[in-house]
Structures are given as structure tokens and as C-alpha cells.
């Protein structure tokens, strides 16, 4: 496929963040960009390899505390999910809720949202489902005649961790609005844990995370006809103690030149280009972050090693 598949929004949006970042001293590129279809259908991947501890762990912890977790919920629940709606993760709990009013899926991938919106609809056929299309990390208005009674939020994958404190902050704030006085957020974390499990994680030996982190670079080539040179890049997973945060770099291994838009940038031998932070937590700092969003920690689930933590939050 040569030709541009993506709306011209999209398209411009891409284009400026692409020229905006290569254009710092530390190359960066926004991790939101790495999620094309075939960067979606690579991210499943690594989920399913070996040093990707997070989702099976995620995937247990809400296997055995389901009970639990619909309980904190509560009855009549209207439960919104943010950058949702696919998987197992999903099922389990809406599985656990006690007579949900109904589901509100929010994704900015509209056709991805009605595809898995049918295959719930098939399961939890007497399950209201409203999804959403709308990008969860700017501002966006909840439907106003959704019920208020009894809402609830739901964010799992850790995907918080992708975000500065920044925003992390406009995140939780914007979730509480959603939800009100009284209604529970349970979100997925990565712990902080030993550096070599940590940088595994992000650096399998069957080169999935490697092909995922590259694949930004094709994306640009095929999207905005950029002339990156793949093989003169690599995949690199670092640990920035500072940031608490394991980096994915695109490591420079020859220097080369790459053509995007009007514009050429030059790359040294070394140099990289940042994609991706995955920030990493412990309980404490998790709970300072939110406490400063108006939340509350009411409780916590994790597994047996402490690799992640499910959080049920009060707001
Ligand atoms: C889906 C964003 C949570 O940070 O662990 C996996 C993305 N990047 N391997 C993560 C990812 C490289 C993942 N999140």
C-alpha cells in the first residue's frame, strides 16, 4: 500500500510531531504513533512473549480478586474503559459487576471499538454498550444523558506509565470528572522491580519489541513518504533511573540522513531517537500521584512476585 491510509488530520498531526521531534537535541517520537495496524498487531505479540511479564501478570491478578473488584464497583454500574475494549482483561470484569447499567468503551480507533463492541455484545447480551470514539489523553465530554448514579472506571495495561506527570495528573483529574463524587477507578501499574527483568521486558530475544519500536520508523516512511534508512537503526531498551521509566531508543548504528516532509535530519553514529517511556511505580509514589488528582488509594491487588499491581481508587 503506497498510498496515504489515514485521515488528513491524522496525517497532518503526525507530520508536525514527527517534525517537532527530530527537530530537539534529544530526538523523540510520540509513543502514540507507534500504534498503526500493524504496530497494534505487534504490540499483541509481545504480550505473548516470554520476558513480557505485564499482561499475563494483569491478566491473573484480575482472574483472582474478580469477585472483589465487582464488588468495589458496586450495583448498577456504568462502567467506562479507556482505550478500550478488545480483550480478556475486559471480560473478567465485566464478568464480576453486579446488574452493570452499561459499558462505555472509549477508543480513539472508532472501527477497532464497534468490531470488539459486537463480539461483546454476542457475550453480554443483556449488557448495555455505548462505546465512544475519542482520544482519552486530551479532553473529551461523556455523552450527557449517560445514567450518574453509580459510575466506574477502568484502565488497565499500565498505559499510564506512557504518560508524563503531566499529563498522567490531567488523566486522573479528567477520569474523576467523569465518574463524580464517589466513584471508583481500578488501574493497572507496573512495579518497579530488578533492572535485568525490567529491561527483558522491553528487549525479547525473538526481536518483537525490536520490530515494534522499528516499525515507527516504516510508518513514517509509508505515511508521510520519509526516507529512513532501516538498517541504520536499532532497538534499544534503557533504564532512566531518574524518570523511573524503562526508554525505547531507535539507536543510530551508521550515520545517515532521513528526508521527512521539507525537511532532512541528520543522525549521528549513537545518537537515538526516544519512542517510548514506560514509567514504573512503587505503591507510595503511585498513591502521592493520585492523592495530588483527588483520589484516593482504597486497595490494591498484586501477584505473588510483586511484577504489577491492580488499584481500586475513590474519588
Ligand atoms: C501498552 C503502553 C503498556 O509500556 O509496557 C510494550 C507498550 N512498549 N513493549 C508498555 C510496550 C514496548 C506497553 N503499554
Redo the contacts with the bound molecule.
Sequence with gaps: MDIVDIDFGQREAFLTDVLEGLSRKQKTLP?RWLYDDEGSEL?EA?TGVDE?Y?TRTETRILNENAAEIGTAFGKDVVLIEYGAGAGVKTEIVLSALETPECYVPVDIAGDFLETSAERLRERFSDLRIRPITADFTADFDLPSDLPGDNRGAFFP???L??LCRKEARALLSRVRGHVGPGGRFVIGI?LKKDIETLLAA?DDKAGV?AA?NLNILTRINRELGGSFDLPSFAHEARWNSEASAVE?HLVCVKSTRAAVGQRTFTFEGGETIHT?S?RKYDLDDFATLVNSSGWAVEKSWTDPRSLFAVVALTA
Design positions: 509513543s504490540f509481545i513480557y505485564p495495561g499500565s498505559t506509565g506512557n507496573d522491553y519489541t515494534f525505547m517510548e514506560s
